[in-house]
């Protein structure tokens, strides 16, 4: 990922990156071949970087991480969903704006 601040979340590691994290976390559930996902993909990076320290921010791909997107139910993407303390606190479908996130975010 060209973003260094955006983790790449998968079958093995989301429980521990996610749902075990001290901080909250935002997951863009996306593919490659997604259009609607990759242009969110410029908003996910500025807000990896915006909350640096304060939030964790990355991405699933929901074609090689298909247990991760089943357990959510993740039909439509691109789908964010936003954790806190393991729970899902926010959920996102289609393509949002920036300040649609940082509502959120700021508010965590």
Known sequence: MANEHVKEFTDENFETEV????????????????????????????????????????KVDCDTARKVAGQ???????????????????????LKREQDFKAVLDTI
């Open 72 to 94: 959510y139910g993740i039909n439509s993407i691109p789908t964010v969903l936003v954790f806190k303390n393991g729970q899902i606190v926010n959920k996102f479908v289609g």
């Open 19 to 58: 749902i075990k994290s001290a901080e909250p976390v935002l997951v863009d559930f996306w593919a490659e071949w997604c259009q609607p996902c990759r242009m969110l993909g410029p908003t996910i990076d500025k807000l990896a970087t915006d909350y640096a320290g304060k939030v964790k921010v990355g």
